[in-house]
């Protein structure tokens, strides 16, 4: 069955190169269940091995030829090859979270292949703890980053005795009840399934680019009194790219983050900015490449569509983009955080004062800014006015479980693009703060220090508004 | 520093995509040394970390730009990251081969970037009987692929109480002295150097391709008096290719294959191809694909220089090649083995009555393929003369130790190219002929298949020649 691309799709096709791979990923840690035989791992693998029928998105590849006019068009693969795609792999001794972020780092490198299903999972055993992590990459032009994560979760049951789950490849059966998906629709994290399509129909539009948009996009960039119009340093991070990766990872406490919140009058999602904010700052620093003004980073914000572009903290169903500066220039944490507070809070309001094609250019800026960054280039703009795309995705509120099997962390994946060599991107899940940082393994040397400098920044951010 | 890169080597580069990576590999095995710790292969992996200067060749990346005038040069990488290149793997339970190829097929599939020097190297531990596993990439345009396993065996002893070895990418101090290097030069199955530097000085001439080889090629190939005229029917195997690979490996004694030579007064090459005719038959045969006429094989040999041209079996100081048909179409095992002695004999006779400049053209067809058929397609002759490349290349007689793990077996991957999905090839070690064969993943399904059928084709002609 041949099914035409969609101009999105394609543009994350197109926009892809050897040093620029365009999947999104996700980690997904698991306890075994009580009483897990000695090759718990290899059962599972098995089992998810037989998925018999195969969904249709797991099944496309993106095809060009003669019979398609030359246009890229979607065709089933008709020699799938499940263990191709599913794989089982293992950690060297002495098996700790670190041998398990570096082959991570490894396999979220490699680009897939276009001759196949553009998809991979693999199942890790050898974590000195006994857990099993799940390593899955999807391409770009398949779903976009939020829409991954949703499809990962939507595998997953809040039963604990729930078995015979199918995996996320696997058809489902339609006779499933509209009642029954509904709530499994709902129960990843609340979000309404329209932000997602919502979305994604907002990058096909940046895909398009119609030149409305681009105009209204360089307006608002070099418009001075616009949200838009702030000016961010070069940095290390916004330099061409290499291929290869380093992923970093890590959970803290959503009530450390929490009470540093109330102690201090902030959202929580401003503690994670500055978390972000110390944690680059003391990266920086030791290289001694900290600029002198504050860098900028884009960040994803929900919107109240019903109060037409109204922006509001917990994901409404739309999605716009807001600058804000991190305050890295600021030696004091408690001064990055309430810097962080005041440009969010001037951001927002900027972005309900904003007209709806201006917010969807906005938000085009963040959500594939692979395809519209260089656009805005060949129109003139040289350099985006932000360094870095911190996101913060709100994710399961429960426990979820794969086949008895709890799911104790859940980590995203993301695309350093040439310009921004680093991507952090956060998802919340049951009582933890989730954050995933990506970044070109030659450009952002020893990443993994900002988990330190993360964790670094919590404690002073707990000491200066005195909850420690 | 810059040096210019030689055109064979660029012809690699530039022959080199997606679909056909241009890199040659090696699997050795190695035996933990007594006394050796839980821990043992960390142990090795982190001593074969620190080995502080790198030598020349494992710096060098291509480059090309404004500054070279648009022509590719090698670089020393400013920026060289030793765990980057050189990493630490583990196999899932229950680390059986099976699992190790696995992964070597997987390591095997990924295309070397080139932002960085050309080539990788993976320990790799778990199998379940504690041995430990070396698997090392090298870029073709750095080595080829006789001369990699060379440069892999270099750096082992045959003294198993030496210690403190260094790495294949240590720079060696230069005060060895002569006799010395003399010495591990020719204790590498006693191949005299020049015999290397002969191959790629071939393929350096094919790279070129003077229009005199050329049309020496095509006379020869259309000549109906020539070794070269044989008819290679279109298989399974004579496909375009995916990029990922296949991998499989097993040894078997030399003893056994050397008994069925001395029955039947075939040559132990002889018995080498025998087996490979008689597992491609099986394998066709289960798969419904089995030409009417037999599978043509492109056999290198090695020339005694001195006696111009004239084919010795050992070993020489020049590389030909040799067009035999496999007798894939005979049913019976001793009728293959006669037709391939046959074949082969006569071969070398036409070899001999060559010219230089035919045996060169010969050489090159078979030494860089890649190369070689594609000018050949430009010059209107549409498919190579034979079906897949079967090379056997003399290893080390004496057992090789790194650091006291004494190397138990030593195994070569090779480059499957567009329209010839397989190619076998073999290395004696010791008491044991061990098979390589590297697979296009998709052209060639289950190839794992074929070491079944290879050990049952030993065991037919066993049968066969009344040694069983």
Redesign the interface.
């Known amino acids: 069955m041949v099914v035409p691309i969609d101009p999105t799709s394609a543009a994350f096709l197109f926009a892809e190169n050897?040093?620029m791979p365009m999947h999104v990923g996700g980690l997904q840690l698991f306890e075994r269940p009580e009483g897990a035989a000695e090759?718990y791992?290899?059962q599972i693998?098995e089992s998810m091995s037989e998925a018999g029928d195969i969904a249709p998105l797991f099944l496309r590849r993106p095809t060009r030829g003669i019979t398609t006019a030359g246009q890229w068009v979607w065709t089933e693969d008709d020699?799938f090859?499940l263990e191709?795609h599913f794989?089982?792999?293992?950690?060297?001794?002495?098996g700790r979270v670190r041998?398990l972020l570096e082959l991570c780092s490894?396999l979220h490198s490699?680009?897939l292949?276009?001759?196949?299903p553009l998809w991979e999972a693999h199942l890790i055993?050898?974590l000195d703890d006994g857990r099993v992590a799940l390593y899955t990459k999807l391409h770009h032009s398949l779903v976009d980053g939020v829409s991954a994560m949703r499809l990962l979760q939507s595998v997953m049951s809040t039963d604990p005795d729930e078995r015979g789950m199918a995996p996320m490849w696997a058809a489902r059966p339609r006779a499933r009840t509209r009642a029954a998906r509904a709530d499994a629709e709902r129960s990843v994290a609340g979000v309404p399934v329209e932000a997602f399509r919502t979305a994604l129909g907002i990058t096909a539009d940046a895909a398009g680019l119609p030149g409305a948009l681009v105009r209204t996009l360089l307006h608002g960039v070099r418009n001075e009194t616009s949200a838009l119009s702030l000016y961010a340093p070069r940095t290390m991070f916004n330099t061409t790219i290499?291929?290869?990766r380093r992923f970093a990872a890590q959970g803290w406490p959503l009530e450390r983050l929490r009470a540093v919140g109330r102690a201090s009058g902030t959202t929580l999602n401003d503690v994670v900015l500055a978390m972000c904010s110390g944690a680059i700052r003391s990266y920086l620093v030791e290289r001694q490449a900290l600029p002198d003004t504050s860098l900028v980073a884009m960040v994803p914000v929900g919107l109240n569509a019903k109060k037409a572009g109204e922006a509001s903290g917990d994901g409404g169903n739309a999605v716009g983009a807001v600058m804000v500066k991190l305050g890295t220039e600021l030696p004091d944490a408690a001064d990055r955080l309430s810097s962080i507070h005041a440009s969010m809070v001037t951001g927002k309001q900027a972005l309900s004062s904003m007209t709806p094609l201006q917010i969807t250019a906005m938000t085009a800026l963040g959500m594939a800014p692979s395809i519209v960054i260089p656009t805005l280039r060949l129109h003139g703009l040289l350099r985006p006015p932000f360094n870095l795309i911190i996101s913060n995705v709100p994710g399961p509120r429960k426990t979820q479980y794969l086949n008895g099997a709890r799911m104790v962390g859940t980590y995203p994946l993301s695309i350093p693009i040439n310009g921004m060599a680093l991507n952090i991107t956060c998802n919340s899940y049951v009582d933890d703060m989730c954050f995933g940082l990506t970044g070109c393994?030659?450009s952002v040397p020893s990443l993994q220090r900002l988990l330190t400098h993360l964790d670094d920044e919590l404690a002073a951010l707990e000491e200066a508004v005195g909850v420690a």
Do not use: F, V
Request: hydrophobic fraction near 10%; charge should be positive; glycine fraction near 6%.
């Open positions: 050897r040093q090759d791992a290899r693998y020699d090859d191709y794989r089982h792999s293992a950690l060297p001794e002495p041998e490894r490699t680009r292949a276009r001759e196949r055993e050898g290499t291929g290869s393994r030659r």
